[in-house]
């Protein structure tokens, strides 16, 4: 990387969060459109207009089980003088072929069946005996001896206007319309609606494919022994499941050891399936930060813009972080810093936006709202850094949970939301009103 901030800043330049954030959407750009099956462009962004190539529904149609029926025929009909039709016939959904309705004569339709030509109206069943009344053979008892339905007569108790319980033909969407705009998230009622016309397929921006890799020789997977001085690997979990939660497709690559060689083989072979890198770890100063050694010369060292600078943050938890790009390809990769709660703010905040942004969405970051502090005692933040304490929100007031250690895991399983604390306040009495990150 070599933006004007660093060009400009020392090693010694502490980073404001928004800086950080700006070089990193200054530099992923949403990812080229590709045709998708419709349930695996589910949470894409389309990138072209949809028209309707048939109106829906295709045809007039019954919104209701009942009767088939022509309006003069049942003009006036009531429970004491019901109109009597002869029923000629079933018209079922999916029915191609369709019965003539005469005068005095009445189809048993079901709902969403093609209303039959001659018909203009249909009686819910519930307005009529079901041709169950007495007079000749009925059109129940008749059903068992005719596999349509002919024969037999219904009773009808009221009278219908032309249409009643007819959905017309082009009613929902016109041939030729604009079903859905270039732009649109696609969530479920979009993915109805795209069936319902017919498309099996759309251009959208994909997922992207996020690889998350943790690092650290003490790190163990879930399920193992736990040695001396090992701890389990929970950052390649959480940052995976954010990931998905943003919208990517996620792998998780098991913890990998501090050792420079290893760690850099391990990128270079996950570069193939990575629309974009996050690790965690190895990023401070310690003498086995290795993440920084080992991306300092991944890919092609001598390429024009590929490379990670590693800088200091104006933030807590999150000091420490890299960023940049990694390959011939130039996949942006995050470099976060070890601590569970540090990986976990630092995603929130850079590695979500980034991933929605490859997305395409308008939309990349988390809702933020105004909530007034409800504590015990004042809190404090560091001086010249911008804090994110874990909280729970609800109902405008923001409750902090845990205290301000980036080793706090359990506190942070009860957050959904981040208390923001800016640079130059140093302490906020309870009742203060504050920023708040809405973790959703
Ligand atoms: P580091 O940034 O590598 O120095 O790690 C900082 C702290 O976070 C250390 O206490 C690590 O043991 C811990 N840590 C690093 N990676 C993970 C991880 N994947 N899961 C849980 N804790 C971690
Ligand atoms: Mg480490």
Request: negative net charge; hydrophobic residues 40%; charged residues 20%.
């Amino acid at each position: 990387m070599s933006t004007a901030a660093t060009r400009t800043a020392g090693p010694d330049h502490l980073w404001t969060v928004d800086e950080h954030l700006e070089d990193i959407l200054a530099t992923v750009r949403p990812l080229d459109p590709i045709e998708l099956q419709l349930l695996d462009a589910q949470g894409c962004v389309l990138v072209e207009d949809i028209m309707v190539p048939v109106s829906l529904p295709p045809f007039d149609n019954s919104s209701m089980d009942g009767y088939a029926v022509r309006v003069t025929d049942v003009a006036g009909a009531s429970e004491e003088y019901p109109a009597v039709l002869t029923v000629i016939g079933d018209v079922a959904a999916g029915q191609a072929e369709s019965l003539h309705v005469g005068p005095g004569e009445t189809a048993r339709i079901m709902t969403g069946a093609p209303l039959p030509p001659g018909a203009e109206a249909v009686v819910p069943v519930e307005w009529t005996d079901g041709g169950l009344g007495e007079g000749p053979v009925t059109g129940m008892r008749a059903r068992s001896q005719s596999p349509e339905g002919a024969g037999g007569h219904v009773h009808v108790y009221r009278s219908a206007e032309a249409r009643a319980h007819v959905r017309a033909q082009g009613s929902d969407v016109k041939a030729g319309d604009r079903a859905l705009e270039a732009g649109t998230v696609l969530g479920p009622p979009q993915i109805a609606l795209l069936a319902a016309t017919g498309r099996g397929t759309v251009r959208v921006r994909p997922r992207p494919r996020v690889v998350v890799m943790s690092t650290g020789s003490e790190l163990v997977q879930p399920d193992e022994q736990l040695g001396n001085g090992q701890i389990y690997d929970s950052n390649s979990f959480a940052l995976t499941a954010a990931a998905r939660d943003a919208g990517a497709i996620a792998y998780r690559v098991g913890a990998v050891a501090d050792d420079a060689e290893i760690l850099r083989s391990t990128i270079e072979d996950q570069l193939v399936r990575a629309d974009l890198m996050v690790t965690t770890g190895g990023v401070s100063v310690g003498a086995y930060d290795v993440v920084k050694e080992a991306l300092s010369s991944v890919g092609d060292e001598d390429e024009e813009g590929a490379g990670i600078d590693f800088r200091k943050l104006a933030m807590q938890p999150g000091k420490p972080q890299g960023f940049g790009s990694i390959g011939p390809d130039h996949i942006p990769l995050l470099a976060l810093p070890g601590n569970p709660v540090s990986s976990y703010v630092s995603f929130e905040l850079f590695v979500r936006p980034a991933i929605r942004t490859l997305m395409g969405l308008d939309d990349v970051h988390r809702p933020r709202t105004r909530a007034t502090l409800t504590a015990d005692k004042a809190l404090t933040s560091p001086k010249g850094r911008r804090q994110f304490l874990r909280g729970t929100y609800a109902d405008g007031a923001v409750t902090p949970v845990g205290g301000a250690g980036s080793h706090l895991v359990a506190a942070l399983a009860l957050a959904d939301a981040l208390i923001v604390v800016p640079e130059n306040i140093e302490s906020v009495e309870p009742g203060t009103e504050v920023d708040v990150v809405l973790l959703g």
